[in-house]
């Protein structure tokens, strides 16, 4: 069974500082990791997708990395703004997506 | 573009009353689609798929049921309604093929209340 583990859990940087989200799973055998957005009470908006034959996806400003050998992939969001607030989900897609608990970030003005 | 829609958005109801809750996706043909929940302090979890008409794939063994009377429109329903059937229920949809390149889009949910 696909475990997947975000850390932290909530996250509070200034206006301005790169962002680090970490994601790691149990089961290399996926066939892609996506990244989501969620605002409250929102539905999900996919932010990327990253097939298992990658290594990373870059959007704007923001940058995912995929390493299956270490069950792990990081989102990088640059220069953040009071505007990224909101919750970060990876899941990871064998048949299904499997998703982690989610990183809560608030940028601060 | 691909648009999916959800509703009602907010729903309250006393245990024991039925539930349907209605999905529909304009903009494509043949999608999978996908029923989630997001309970509070449990995640997302998975709860029902399709990758066509009728066909109806389950997760987790609940009193909940789903069906795809049409190719764009899927349905989650319940007969009785529990306390622990409260939460956040998503739709989503992928194109069918690689799976490597199946990206999950997400509609705006409803959130669900039993009392």
């Known amino acids: 069974k696909q475990e997947v583990t975000q850390i932290p859990a909530a996250l509070s940087v200034p206006e301005g500082e790169n962002l680090v989200l970490n994601c790691s799973f149990t089961?290399?055998?996926?066939?892609?990791l996506q990244w989501f957005r969620q605002d409250p009470g929102k539905g999900l908006t996919s932010l990327l997708l990253?097939?298992?034959?990658?290594r990373e996806q870059t959007s704007g400003r923001l940058n995912a990395s995929l390493d299956k050998s270490s069950g792990r992939s990081t989102l990088y969001i640059a220069a953040s703004q009071p505007g990224d607030s909101a919750t970060y989900l990876c899941?990871?897609?064998?048949?299904?997506?499997?998703f982690g608990a989610g990183t809560t970030v608030t940028v601060r003005a | 573009s691909q648009t999916i829609h959800q509703w009602p958005a907010t729903l309250v109801q006393p245990v024991g009353s039925p539930l349907s809750l209605e999905c529909t996706v304009e903009?494509?043909?043949?999608?999978?689609l996908y029923w989630y929940r997001q309970a509070a302090g449990r995640g997302l979890q998975l709860l029902f798929y399709?990758?066509?008409?009728?066909?109806i794939s389950s997760e987790v063994p609940q009193n909940l049921s789903a069906s795809r009377p049409q190719d764009r429109q899927f349905i989650l329903s319940s007969k009785k309604l529990l306390l622990s059937d409260s939460g956040f229920y998503l739709c989503?949809?992928?194109?069918?093929?690689?799976?490597?390149?199946?990206?999950?889009?997400f509609g705006p949910g409803t959130r669900l209340t039993v009392l």
């Open positions: 989503a949809w992928s194109r069918r093929g690689d799976p490597a390149k199946n990206e999950q889009f």
């Open positions: 089961d290399s055998a996926i066939y892609n």
């Open positions: 990253i097939q298992s034959s990658q």
């Open positions: 899941a990871g897609f064998d048949y299904k997506l499997s």
């Open positions: 903009g494509t043909s043949n999608p999978n």
């Open positions: 399709s990758v066509g008409i009728g066909q």
